[in-house]
């Protein structure tokens, strides 16, 4: 698994820590970057995804979405064929 992989989260979230799980059961290295107080990149997470909750999870710069949408992609047999692409550079632009 090379893929370069951000994961936009909060404090309190469960979806967050099932999103977390998932990754790093499948031994995936992830960023990880708190948007709770930071209302320029949940904005910036919103433009990028199309979506408002967290997580937000980027794969190579790519938006897959949150839990639900990795968890439906794991279950289609697409996820693991994502993380292993080689890693990329992270676009959009990716504030931290
Ligand atoms: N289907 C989404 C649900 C995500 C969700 O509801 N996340 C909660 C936090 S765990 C959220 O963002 N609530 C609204 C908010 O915090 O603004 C997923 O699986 O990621």
């Known amino acids: 698994m090379e ?38 990149l ?3 997470m ?11 999870i980027f794969i190579n710069g790519q938006s897959v979405g949150g839990f639900s949408d990795i968890a439906a992609l794991d279950k289609a047999g697409q996820l693991d064929p994502l993380l292993a692409k080689p890693a990329g550079p992270d676009s959009p632009a990716m504030p931290r």
Not at 19 to 30: E, M, N, R
Not at 46 to 56: E, F
């Open 3 to 40: 893929a370069n992989v951000t994961i936009y989260v909060t404090g309190y979230c469960p979806y967050c820590t099932r999103a977390k799980a998932l990754l790093s059961q499948k031994g995936v290295k992830y960023t990880e970057v708190n948007v709770e107080s930071r209302d320029d």
């Open 42 to 44: 949940r904005r910036w």
């Open 46 to 56: 919103h433009q990028a995804s199309g979506q408002r909750t967290v997580p937000q």
